[in-house]
């Protein structure tokens, strides 16, 4: 079962910052934060992973609570090719599962 | 950037087929995996392999068999192709290091008649 909580979907105007939230109260103190997106009738891609800091890359940026029980993936400047479904998935990246568990996800419209 | 290919965007095969889906990846990962999603269903885990001529059942092996002769490349094998075995199925590949994200291919829309 998907360890984590998010919106059904979520609409976002082009140009502006697109922040999806994640709720993942039960979370380990070995668990990253992971977040993947699917574009329609594509495979899965990772954009970000994080442990307690807060993450930047080319893609997006994560923000992680000090009590890591939540966090929020920031698209800064959302376009059209951004819409999506996006998951995010806790896991420990050493030991555990390699599987990961994908719940529902949020689905991101970019509206223009 | 790392690159995970398969064989087929689409395939349609017949019920009672013997069908093979070929994944490479060409980033030395050591890690690979197959996945199907169904709708409603999410991911799920059928084998994944940590090494060569290793494997490891995922959560629904049956009905499927995997083959890894070389790193790069991962293969899933429907021994008898059934209906209930139409489906979007993913290859992906991670490295043992680090973060260990994985990196899917583009997926095989695979449907059986």
């Known amino acids: 079962d998907a360890k984590t909580t998010q919106p059904t979907s979520m609409d976002c105007a082009e140009g502006r910052a697109a922040n999806l939230p994640c709720n993942h109260s039960t979370i380990s103190g070995n668990e990253y934060v992971y977040w993947y997106r699917q574009i329609h009738s594509q495979g899965p891609q990772y954009i970000i992973h994080g442990l307690k800091n807060n993450e930047t890359n080319e893609m997006a940026s994560l923000i992680i609570t000090e009590d890591r029980k939540s966090s929020t993936l920031i698209l800064p400047h959302a376009t059209l090719r951004d819409t999506a479904v996006y998951y995010c998935i806790v896991r420990a990246t050493q030991g555990g599962s390699e599987k990961l568990v994908f719940g529902k996800g949020t689905k991101l419209t970019v509206n223009p | 950037d790392v690159k995970v290919t398969q064989s087929s965007r689409y395939l349609v095969k017949r019920t009672g087929e013997k069908v093979f889906l070929e994944c490479v990846q060409d980033?030395?990962?050591?890690?690979m995996f197959w996945y199907r999603q169904d709708p409603g269903l999410g991911l799920r885990l059928i084998y994944f392999?940590?090494?060569?001529?290793?494997?490891e059942k995922g959560d629904i092996p049956e009905g499927y068999s995997v083959s890894r002769e070389k790193k790069e490349r991962f293969s899933l094998i429907l021994e008898s192709a059934s209906t209930n075995q139409t489906s979007m199925y993913l290859c992906a590949s991670s490295t043992q290091a680090g973060g260990r994200e994985q990196f899917f291919g583009p997926g095989t829309r695979l449907t059986v008649l």
């Open positions: 392999s940590y090494d060569v001529k290793m494997k």
């Open positions: 980033m030395d990962h050591e890690n």
